[in-house]
Each structure stands twice: as structure tokens, then as C-alpha cells.
């Protein structure tokens, strides 16, 4: 299936799975949060760290920045960079108290402070120019993308980094059918696995069809310039099915 048009295609997003993004995430991600990052190894065929620690190799960081992560889940970014560097202060928000539940805890093991704020990203409850960088992974499909990254945009310090990481629409046609084939077979066997819920697996054919309308790099790259980002980069991994952006807010904004 062929999606809109850049220039529509947010609207046709919303208007074709705004249901599912108000009425059904949330009881999907309450039930697969204690066993989120186990089901993500297992369809990923062992390679969710290596995909994180991809990521994190595009985000240069500094002692004493402060950093939010949007969409946190179980706070797989946050430990990771204060890991690397303990001194950041590290928020994390995302509308799911259970995987945040389950990220604080992940975080209290490591000895890392995470703070913690439950709510719509769509609306960021911080100041203007707070951040000196921003991640957000592997929730963009689920999201009103375009409305996310200028509230990322906004809460950015001019100079503040943007960095970005989500499964994309490939841009050849025959590896996102190939793509699209083990997706469904993995939504299917790790739901059987990890015994999930009713709605969960009700949502199968939904991850398919947001990442269908999704974006490529690509076309990701001209929507966050179209926001009003500069110096946008990015690179794939696996002939375009992950993509890892970088966005800077120009200063004097």
C-alpha cells in the first residue's frame, strides 16, 4: 500500500488510527510493560541492545546537560546514557504509568535517578529552550509525529539536539514486503509466547498498518526540516527498516 502524499499524510494518520491511539495503547502497553524488553530481544532475534547501542553512538553528550526522553517506556535511553555519563540530568515522560513503573525500577537497580513525568507528549509540560537534547525511540508511529517534534522543537535550547530512532517505511518496495511478512510473523509468536491480553493482540494488524503509513528516511528528514530543524541527518540499518535522525534547533530561535 502506497501512503498519502507527505503533505497529507499526518491528517490521514490521525483520521485512520486516532481510535486506536486514544482508546486502545494504553490498555495495550499496561499489559505488555512487565515483559516489553524480553518480547523486543525475541522478535529482534537478540539484537534490541545492539539496536540501542546503535543509537546511542549517534548522541554525542556533555557532563551537566539536561536531557528528556520522549516516549521513555521502560527507560532503556536513560540508563543508557547515564551510563556513559552519570552526571546528566535525565527526565523521561510517557503516558504509560506501567512502563514507567517498570523503567524506574530498571533505573533504581542501576543506582540512576530518572525523573519521571506520566502524560500526552503531544503537550510537553516544560519551558521553552530546556533541553539541551531530546531522544525519542521506537514510538513515532504511534504518535502525531509532526505535533511531537515541534513540541520537541519548541522545549529545545537553540543549538539543542534532537535525536530520533524508530522503525521506518523502507523506500524499496521489495524489502518492506519482506519486512512486513516477519513483522507479522513476530507480532504473532510473541504474543503467543508472553500469553498477551485480548487487545494486544486485537492491535496486530495496527502495527502493520502504522508503520505502512509511516515514513522513510527520507521523507522523515523533510518533515523535521519542514518544522524547522537544521543540519538533519540520519542513518539505516537493515536496507532502510530502522533509521536513527539527528536534528539541531537553530540558534536565535
Known sequence: ??????????????????????????????DVAPYYDRANNVASLGLWNWFLSQFMSTIPIH????????????????????ARE???DVHAMDRSAEMQAVGQERARARGFHIHSTIGDV????FPDNHFDVVTLQFASR?????????EILRVLKPGGRFHHCDML???????????????????????FVFRSGPVALNCKKYFINALEMFYSADELS????????????????????????????????
Open 169 to 191: 517505511r523502507p523506500a524499496n518496495p521489495a524489502v518492506e514486503k519482506m519486512y512486513y511478512a516477519y513483522l507479522r510473523f513476530c507480532l504473532s509468536f510473541t504474543g
Open 63 to 82: 557532563p551537566g546537560e539536561r536531557v528528556l526522553d520522549v516516549c521513555a517506556g521502560t527507560n532503556a535511553v536513560g540508563i543508557a546514557l547515564l
Open 1 to 30: 500500500m502506497s501512503p498519502p502524499p507527505i503533505a497529507t499524510r499526518e491528517i490521514a494518520r490521525e483520521e485512520r488510527f486516532n481510535d486506536v491511539w486514544s482508546q486502545q495503547l494504553d490498555v495495550v502497553f499496561a
Open 222 to 253: 523533510l518533515l523535521l526540516e519542514e518544522i524547522g530543524y537544521r543540519d538533519v541527518s540520519y542513518k539505516t540499518i537493515f536496507a532502510g527498516m530502522i533509521g536513527m535522525h539527528r536534528a539541531v534547533k537553530p540558534t536565535g530561535s
Open 122 to 125: 503531544h503537550e510537553l509540560p
Open 86 to 88: 552519570p552526571s546528566l
Open 142 to 150: 504511534h504518535l502525531r509525529i509532526k505535533r511531537v517534534a515541534s
